[in-house]
């Protein structure tokens, strides 16, 4: 006679994925008024759970490496989708101040200061610590969305939240050349002038001009047969077309060997400029969320069963220093430099320089460069990243919330002045 007690892995498999699903969809509202996040929620019962034993199964990222790299770049490119989506505010140079300065000196002096940490703190190789710096470079699109701005048409675009909005959705492609610096080191290229070459101009040069140009071109043709054309799909009203537009636009550059990432989310920002304020940008966004949440959940409980089976049992104290580093100093002090000059207030500045959330673009990074390069033991360099990974999970999903809450109410207390219609010593028509 069976047992009546025997647990079949697989219907616990079910039990579990039941068990997200329903959590996904109750704690928009169930954990308002808690400072919990649904992040923070999944770690601990991936935790929890696996440290009961029950399962066989190990989530460790070290042993399931393609797993981890594909299944993490799933999740990235639906989180680059949504972000484009819903960016309400048109590209532009001045618009987007906030984005080039994060980009363009948060983003390298975030990488340098993290590479060097590596190297002189950690005792890391110059590939290793390359590829820790890179790795800490994005602010992850799939863990900021209580950073992020609204849905399409929401009104809640501030300054700050766009600001890491639209750096989270450009950075994850923008760090990939450093990457590809970290696995050319690795492979001894950085003293030959053909390594070094072919880096410059295919890693860095063709592949985001790849990446920028074919993703604008099949946002372009998306638009038009979204909402120009005779039979325009908008009209069908289903929101998978978005996840169809993902995959085209990632898989279309991979093929021409460019930045996917970067593709995604300019193909996502050219959808939406193609009819700014059509309704149907709302259900592509709805579907995208739904998509990213449910795989992130699944990535979060994994990743908590990673923690409960080892994952920073390699953990020294100097690393754990130095991870905190990271996450309170080299990212707040970097965003603080790029912020300096700007016309934004001093404390829209630190939120933006503080909120640079870690999460899984930096697994991606980590699992794409030691399946791609040969890196020696990356059980210590994993064991940091975790452990970064888990204080940015912790530190910003408790903090995120209420600062930006306060920083609305200040800001309804204290409207900022309108700029006069002419200003001083200006004359009518200038």
């Given at each position: 006679?069976?047992?009546?007690?025997?647990?079949?892995?697989?219907?616990?498999?079910?039990?579990?994925?039941?068990?997200?699903?329903?959590?996904?969809?109750?704690?928009?509202?169930?954990?308002?008024?808690?400072?919990?996040?649904?992040?923070?929620?999944?770690?601990?019962?991936?935790?929890?759970?696996?440290?009961?034993?029950?399962?066989?199964?190990?989530?460790?990222?070290?042993?399931?490496?393609?797993?981890?790299?594909?299944?993490?770049?799933?999740?990235?490119?639906?989180?680059?989708?949504?972000?484009?989506?819903?960016?309400?505010?048109?590209?532009?140079?001045?618009?987007?101040?906030?984005?080039?300065?994060?980009?363009?000196?948060?983003?390298?002096?975030?990488?340098?200061?993290?590479?060097?940490?590596?190297?002189?703190?950690?005792?890391?190789?110059?590939?290793?610590?390359?590829?820790?710096?890179?790795?800490?470079?994005?602010?992850?699109?799939?863990?900021?969305?209580?950073?992020?701005?609204?849905?399409?048409?929401?009104?809640?675009?501030?300054?700050?939240?766009?600001?890491?909005?639209?750096?989270?959705?450009?950075?994850?492609?923008?760090?990939?050349?450093?990457?590809?610096?970290?696995?050319?080191?690795?492979?001894?290229?950085?003293?030959?002038?053909s390594g070094l070459t072919d880096w410059f101009t295919v890693?860095?040069?063709?592949?985001?001009?790849?990446g920028l140009g074919a993703g604008w071109l099949i946002g372009?043709?998306?638009?038009?047969?979204?909402?120009?054309?005779?039979?325009?799909?908008s009209r069908l009203g289903d929101g998978l077309i978005a996840?169809?537009?993902?995959?085209?636009?990632?898989?279309?550059?991979?093929?021409?060997?460019?930045?996917?990432?970067?593709?995604?989310?300019?193909?996502?920002?050219?959808?939406?400029?193609?009819?700014?304020?059509?309704?149907?940008?709302?259900?592509?966004?709805?579907?995208?969320?739904?998509?990213?949440?449910?795989?992130?959940?699944?990535?979060?409980?994994?990743?908590?069963?990673?923690?409960?089976?080892?994952?920073?049992?390699?953990?020294?104290?100097?690393?754990?220093?130095?991870?905190?580093?990271?996450?309170?100093?080299?990212?707040?002090?970097?965003?603080?430099?790029?912020?300096?000059?700007?016309?934004?207030?001093?404390?829209?500045?630190?939120?933006?320089?503080?909120?640079?959330?870690?999460?899984?673009?930096?697994?991606?990074?980590?699992?794409?460069?030691?399946?791609?390069?040969?890196?020696?033991?990356?059980?210590?360099?994993?064991?940091?990243?975790?452990?970064?990974?888990?204080?940015?999970?912790?530190?910003?999903?408790?903090?995120?919330?209420?600062?930006?809450?306060?920083?609305?109410?200040?800001?309804?207390?204290?409207?900022?002045?309108?700029?006069?219609?002419?200003?001083?010593?200006?004359?009518?028509?200038?």
């Amino acid at each position: 006679m069976e047992p009546f007690l025997t647990f079949d892995p697989y219907i616990l498999f079910l039990l579990g994925l039941g068990a997200v699903v329903l959590l996904v969809s109750w704690a928009p509202v169930g954990l308002k008024r808690v400072p919990l996040t649904l992040a923070i929620l999944c770690v601990a019962i991936g935790v929890a759970v696996f440290s009961t034993g029950l399962l066989a199964f190990d989530p460790d990222p070290r042993t399931w490496d393609t797993a981890t790299e594909r299944l993490t770049e799933l999740v990235v490119i639906i989180s680059l989708m949504g972000a484009g989506l819903k960016l309400d505010r048109p590209p532009g140079w001045r618009s987007w101040a906030t984005t080039w300065r994060l980009l363009a000196v948060a983003m390298p002096l975030t990488i340098a200061a993290t590479a060097w940490l590596g190297w002189a703190g950690l005792g890391f190789s110059l590939a290793m610590a390359l590829l820790f710096g890179a790795s800490m470079a994005p602010t992850d699109p799939v863990l900021a969305a209580d950073v992020q701005v609204g849905p399409p048409r929401s009104g809640d675009e501030d300054e700050v939240r766009f600001g890491l909005t639209s750096e989270a959705g450009l950075n994850d492609a923008l760090a990939f050349p450093f990457v590809h610096l970290a696995i050319l080191a690795a492979a001894g290229g950085l003293a030959t002038q053909s390594g070094l070459t072919d880096w410059f101009t295919v890693k860095l040069g063709w592949k985001l001009l790849a990446g920028l140009g074919a993703g604008w071109l099949i946002g372009k043709v998306l638009g038009y047969l979204l909402f120009r054309s005779r039979r325009g799909l908008s009209r069908l009203g289903d929101g998978l077309i978005a996840l169809a537009a993902t995959l085209i636009a990632y898989a279309v550059t991979e093929l021409v060997h460019g930045y996917g990432f970067l593709a995604v989310f300019v193909c996502a920002v050219t959808i939406r400029a193609s009819e700014r304020d059509h309704d149907f940008h709302q259900e592509m966004h709805d579907f995208s969320d739904q998509i990213e949440r449910l795989l992130m959940m699944l990535l979060l409980v994994l990743f908590g069963g990673a923690l409960a089976n080892g994952l920073l049992a390699s953990l020294t104290w100097t690393d754990a220093l130095v991870g905190l580093a990271v996450v309170f100093v080299i990212r707040p002090l970097a965003g603080l430099v790029a912020m300096a000059g700007s016309d934004q207030p001093w404390r829209e500045r630190l939120l933006l320089a503080f909120l640079g959330i870690r999460g899984v673009g930096s697994v991606y990074y980590l699992a794409y460069g030691i399946n791609h390069g040969d890196f020696g033991d990356s059980e210590r360099l994993w064991a940091v990243v975790g452990f970064i990974i888990l204080v940015s999970i912790v530190v910003h999903g408790v903090t995120a919330t209420p600062l930006l809450a306060r920083l609305a109410r200040r800001r309804e207390s204290f409207p900022a002045a309108p700029a006069p219609a002419n200003p001083p010593g200006s004359k009518n028509g200038d």
